[in-house]
């Protein structure tokens, strides 16, 4: 499978606890995003890279959200100390440098999480 | 700001019929990119179609076609002879080509399409 892919599928944590997410991009793709859905709504994005550097961050990336692309390939994202409203579908995607492939952003499955 | 704007939250469609979802947008950028996102109840997010804003064809992929009327800020996605399988959540997005790379979405249309 050569799509963006994201581990786990589904976590349900206690209310405090820390949770971590990976994604691995399409494999030439240099920019990943991280992006959040609640039930109901589309997709709203945190925080970009390009390569290892994270470019943007949205104000929805408090500061117990860290995400990081250490080596420009895969990359994680942290929640410390969980709340109930962190409870949504964290989705990753990827896409090309360069215009006009980098318009289209492609995305994993989304990692679930639950916190109760 | 930019935004968009799907008026729809559900909508109908007999099987092999087709279906338009409507999308508006707003921004003040010249240069966009439009694109349509299909989700299933899996929760993967599937790629259908872009249209950029200078392209005056409008773009077709198979049974999906945008209907772009720039002037209307508009990005309508007609499904041509509709599938059990289309039934999903249906969402419009919009990228501008400068000045950053978040891609913004709207609230979604889901679709049910009837045998």
């Known amino acids: 499978d050569t799509g963006v892919s994201q581990d786990p599928r589904h976590k349900i944590t206690k209310r405090g606890q820390n949770v971590t997410f990976r994604c691995d991009p399409i494999?030439?793709?240099?920019?990943l995003y991280w992006y959040r859905q609640t039930l109901g709504q589309g997709p709203e994005f945190l925080t970009y890279?390009?390569?290892?550097?994270?470019?943007?961050k949205s104000r929805l990336l408090s500061d117990r959200f860290s995400a990081e692309r250490p080596k420009g390939s895969f990359s994680t994202l942290e929640i410390q100390r969980t709340e109930q409203g962190d409870s949504a579908m964290y989705l990753c995607?990827?896409?090309?440098?360069?215009?006009?492939?980098?318009?289209?952003?492609?995305f994993g499955e989304g990692s679930w999480l639950t916190v109760v | 700001a930019q935004k968009i704007t799907q008026t729809q939250p559900g909508m109908f469609v007999q099987e092999k019929e087709a279906v338009t979802l409507d999308c508006t947008y707003d921004t003040s950028d010249q240069s966009y990119g439009l694109f349509w996102y299909k989700q299933p109840s899996s929760g993967e997010m599937i790629f259908l179609i872009y249209q950029g804003s200078y392209d005056e064809q409008n773009a077709t992929e198979g049974r999906y076609s945008l209907n772009f009327q720039k002037a209307r800020k508009s990005a309508n996605l007609v499904i041509s002879a509709s599938q059990l399988g289309d039934s999903a959540m249906y969402f419009c997005a919009m990228r501008p080509n400068t000045g950053g790379f978040k891609t913004i979405f709207g609230a979604g249309t889901r679709l049910f399409v009837k045998a």
């Open positions: 890279f390009q390569n290892e550097a994270q470019l943007e």
């Open positions: 494999s030439e793709h240099n920019r």
């Open positions: 995607a990827s896409s090309l440098a360069g215009f006009p492939g980098g318009n289209t952003i492609y």
